[in-house]
C-alpha cells in the first residue's frame, strides 16, 4: 500500500487527548498518567483545497494542531522500544472540536464521539516520509487564524512520547496500514469562525491552509 494515499484506505483514526500539560491545564483537566484515548471516524478526513465546515449543531468550534503519525504494518501488542519500526511516516493534522457538545457530554458523563466526529473535522496534509521528519520526538508545530499565531509548541513537550502511545495503543486494538495516531495539541486552542481562514505547519517541513464555511 502506498502511503501517500493513507486517507484512502486507512480504517481508524486513534486521537490522544491531554498530551501536553499546558492544553490539559488552560481547559481546567487533570495531567492524565496514562494516555486518554477518543477515536475519529475517517469520513472526518478533508485536505487541502476543501473547507472546514462548522456544523449547524455547533455554536463554538474550535482549532487544535497536531502531528500525525501514521502507521505502516499491522501493529500488535507491541513493545515501546520497537514501535518505531511500525511508523511509516507523519501528517500534520487539526483535530476540530464542536467544544459546546464536547463540554456538555463531558458535564453529563458522555463520549465525546459526537464532538469530534463530524466530516471535515479531520483537516490533514499531505503524507511526510520519514525522511523529511527525522526527529519528530523534537518538531515544532503552530497554526494561526487570520494572520494572528494562535498556537505554537514543540513535540518534545509530549506527557506520552510517539513510541510509548504506539505502543500503548497497540496493546488494546490492532493498528494497521495506513491508521493515523493523533498525538495532541499544544496549549492555545480557541474558536474559529466562518469565514475565517486556518493556517497550520510543521517547521522547516510544510504549510496547509484550509478556509472555514457554515454549514448551508
Same mark, same amino acid.
Given at each position: 500500500?502506498?502511503?501517500?494515499?493513507?486517507?484512502?484506505?486507512?480504517?481508524?483514526?486513534?486521537?490522544?487527548?491531554?498530551?501536553?500539560?499546558?492544553?490539559?491545564?488552560?481547559?481546567?483537566?487533570? $495531567?492524565?498518567?496514562?494516555?486518554?484515548?477518543?477515536?475519529?471516524?475517517?469520513?472526518?478526513?478533508?485536505?487541502?483545497?476543501?473547507?472546514?465546515?462548522?456544523?449547524?449543531?455547533?455554536?463554538?468550534?474550535?482549532?487544535?494542531?497536531?502531528?500525525?503519525?501514521?502507521?505502516?504494518?499491522?501493529?500488535?501488542?507491541?513493545?515501546?522500544?520497537?514501535?518505531? +519500526?511500525?511508523?511509516?511516516?507523519?501528517?500534520?493534522?487539526?483535530?476540530?472540536?464542536?467544544?459546546?457538545?464536547?463540554?456538555?457530554?463531558?458535564?453529563?458523563?458522555?463520549?465525546?464521539?459526537?464532538?469530534?466526529?463530524? %466530516?471535515?473535522?479531520?483537516?490533514?496534509?499531505?503524507?511526510?516520509?520519514?525522511?523529511?521528519?527525522?526527529?519528530?520526538?523534537?518538531?515544532?508545530?503552530?497554526?494561526?487564524?487570520?494572520?494572528?499565531?494562535?498556537?505554537?509548541?514543540?513535540?518534545? %513537550?509530549?506527557?506520552?512520547?510517539?513510541?510509548?502511545?504506539?505502543?500503548?495503543?497497540?496493546?488494546?486494538?490492532?493498528?494497521?496500514?495506513? %491508521?493515523?495516531?493523533?498525538?495532541?495539541?499544544?496549549?492555545?486552542?480557541?474558536?474559529?469562525?466562518?469565514?475565517?481562514?486556518?493556517? +497550520?505547519?510543521? %517547521?522547516?517541513?510544510?504549510?496547509?491552509?484550509?478556509? $472555514?464555511?457554515?454549514?448551508?
Amino acid at each position: 500500500m502506498d502511503l501517500k494515499q493513507f486517507v484512502r484506505f486507512g480504517r481508524k483514526i486513534v486521537a490522544v487527548g491531554r498530551n501536553y500539560g499546558a492544553h490539559a491545564k488552560e481547559l481546567g483537566n487533570a $495531567v492524565p498518567t496514562e494516555p486518554l484515548l477518543f477515536l475519529k471516524p475517517t469520513s472526518s478526513y478533508v485536505q487541502e483545497g476543501q473547507p472546514i465546515t462548522i456544523p449547524a449543531q455547533c455554536q463554538e468550534l474550535h482549532h487544535e494542531v497536531e502531528l500525525g503519525v501514521v502507521i505502516s504494518k499491522p501493529c500488535s501488542r507491541v513493545a515501546e522500544q520497537n514501535a518505531l +519500526a511500525y511508523v511509516g511516516g507523519y501528517t500534520l493534522a487539526l483535530d476540530m472540536t464542536a467544544r459546546d457538545i464536547q463540554s456538555a457530554a463531558k458535564k453529563a458523563g458522555h463520549p465525546w464521539s459526537v464532538a469530534k466526529g463530524y %466530516d471535515t473535522f479531520c483537516p490533514v496534509s499531505r503524507f511526510i516520509g520519514l525522511d523529511e521528519l527525522p526527529k519528530p520526538e523534537n518538531a515544532t508545530l503552530w497554526l494561526s487564524v487570520n494572520g494572528e499565531q494562535r498556537q505554537r509548541g514543540s513535540t518534545s %513537550d509530549m506527557i506520552f512520547s510517539i513510541p510509548h502511545l504506539v505502543s500503548y495503543i497497540s496493546n488494546i486494538m490492532t493498528l494497521e496500514a495506513g %491508521d493515523v495516531v493523533l498525538t495532541g495539541t499544544p496549549e492555545g486552542v480557541g474558536p474559529v469562525r466562518e469565514g475565517a481562514n486556518i493556517e +497550520a505547519g510543521l %517547521d522547516g517541513v510544510l504549510t496547509m491552509s484550509f478556509a $472555514v464555511e457554515k454549514q448551508s
